[in-house]
C-alpha cells in the first residue's frame, strides 16, 4: 500500500515562512511534486523534483520563495515557503510518480499516480 503524508501546514502571517513536509512510503518514486487548491480554484502545480536528474520545477508564481527539496530518507520531500502572501492560501498536496519526468511534462498532476491527503495554509494578511 502506498502513502504519502503531508505535515507543516498552518496559519501564518503575510511575509511569514512555513515548511511542509511529505514522506512517501510503499514503493519507489522518480518524481515528488507539490500542487495547491485554494476555495473555488483548480488544483495547479506549485513545485516538483525528480531524483535521477536532481531537476527541480516551480510554477512563476512562487519562483524566488519557495523551495523544493528531497530529504535524506528516500521518498521524503520538503516544500520551503517564504515570504508568504494571502494568495499561497490553499490546501497543499504532496503527489508522487513512479515514471520519470521533465519539464513541462513535471507539471502535469496527470503524471502523479498518488497524492496525499493535503495540509492547509492559511496566510493571513
Request: net charge positive; charged share 15%; glycine share 12%.
Amino acid at each position: 500500500q502506498v502513502d504519502l503524508v503531508e505535515s507543516g501546514g498552518g496559519l501564518v502571517q503575510a511575509g511569514g515562512s512555513l515548511r511542509l513536509s511529505c514522506a512517501a512510503s510503499g514503493r519507489t518514486f522518480s518524481a515528488m511534486a507539490w500542487f495547491r487548491q485554494a476555495p473555488g480554484k483548480e488544483r495547479e502545480f506549485v513545485a516538483a523534483e525528480v531524483w535521477v536528474s536532481s531537476s527541480a520545477y516551480y510554477a512563476d508564481s512562487v519562483k524566488g520563495r519557495i523551495t523544493i527539496s528531497r530529504g535524506y530518507a528516500k521518498n521524503t520531500v520538503y516544500l520551503e515557503m517564504n515570504s508568504l502572501k494571502s494568495e499561497d492560501t490553499a490546501v497543499y498536496y504532496c503527489a508522487a510518480s513512479p515514471s520519470y519526468c521533465s519539464g513541462g511534462g513535471c507539471r502535469a498532476a496527470s503524471v502523479y499516480n498518488y497524492w496525499g491527503q493535503g495540509t492547509q495554509v492559511t496566510v493571513s494578511s
